[in-house]
């Protein structure tokens, strides 16, 4: 598949919607489309290696960039800084790609309202939040009480989700995915 344009592709929803499921299929699909690795203080997953899911650095360090303005927008999220740096934006673009941006609700918004970039914006939505505590119990990560935290701000999610370009239920993840490439093939 190839996007025409220079666009920011931004997948956002609630922490287990499926978006890290759905990126990872977009970058293998798309020729001119670039991954924003985001920047974040919080402790490596066992699945997750440094510079291909997030450059992981010191809280110190991620507050030095942004005295740098070094973000295009930047959140603390659960405790954690996560930001969106906006040099690999800029050298995507140059050189005619599209950048798909998988980050939290709060970081989404920030950059739709920036008027910086063209977007094309999507909220992955579980199908029920009973199915969305089924998928975060599964990842085997996270303790009973981050678990209810994240299903309370899901919620909160849930409701900003008219803010964006597409919102897409993800029941089946086959399904969802070429919802996304249709709508993608059409720019």
Known sequence: MHIKGNYLIIISGPSGAGKS???SRLLSKCKNLDFSISYTTREKR???????????VS?????????????????EVH?????TP???????IKFN??????????????????????CISFFIRPPSIETLRERLLNRDDMTAHQIDNRILEAKNEIMKSIHFDH????EDFEDCYQEVEKILQGF
């Open 59 to 75: 809280k110190n360090q991620f507050e030095a960039l942004i005295k740098q303005n070094a973000f295009l927008e930047y959140e």
């Open 21 to 23: 499921s759905l990126t």
């Open 79 to 83: 405790g954690n800084y996560y930001g």
């Open 86 to 92: 906006i040099g690999p934006i800029e050298d995507s």
């Open 167 to 170: 919102l897409i239920v993800n």
């Open 46 to 56: 066992t699945t997750e290696s440094d510079n291909s899911h997030y450059k992981f």
């Open 97 to 118: 790609h599209s950048v798909l941006l998988d980050i939290d609700v709060k970081g989404a918004y920030n950059i739709i309202n920036t008027n910086h970039f063209d």
